[in-house]
């Protein structure tokens, strides 16, 4: 299993911007969509971001849409989370996981518990 580590977090005033990193191990990463979830104190683990083999195919949640970006650059083993105009309501830890596509048509996924590796999250608050 690929195994990840998030970084990159840290106190931000809202309107400001972050971005996150997830570093992946492993020579098959490039086989793996790799999504964002977020989870703050009191609420249950939600969908942020998730990105395909490439940026070609992305998909975000309505509340992030248009000021987050996800990216990967595979040759750094990396997926990145670029957030813009961050909000108080953003203040989570945020995850990265990976998904294994189980076929060429179905390649990302919102789902959290289809996903197989996770890590161990980083802090992110946005002060008002």
């Known amino acids: 299993q690929v195994q990840l580590v998030e970084s990159g977090g840290g106190l931000v005033q809202a309107g400001g911007s972050l971005r996150l990193s997830c570093a992946a191990s492993?020579?098959?990463?490039?086989?793996?969509?790799v999504g964002w979830f977020r989870q703050a104190p009191g609420k249950e683990r939600e969908f942020v971001a998730t990105v395909g083999w490439s940026d070609s195919i992305t998909y975000y949640s309505d509340s992030v849409k248009g000021r987050f970006t996800i990216s990967r650059d595979n040759a750094k083993n990396t997926v990145y989370l670029q957030m813009n105009s961050l909000r108080p309501g953003d203040t989570a830890v945020y995850y990265c996981a990976a998904y294994r596509p189980r076929s060429s048509i179905v390649v990302i996924s919102a789902k959290a518990e289809e996903y197989e590796s996770w890590g161990q999250g980083t802090q992110v608050t946005v002060s008002s």
């Open positions: 492993g020579r098959t990463f490039s086989s793996y969509s």
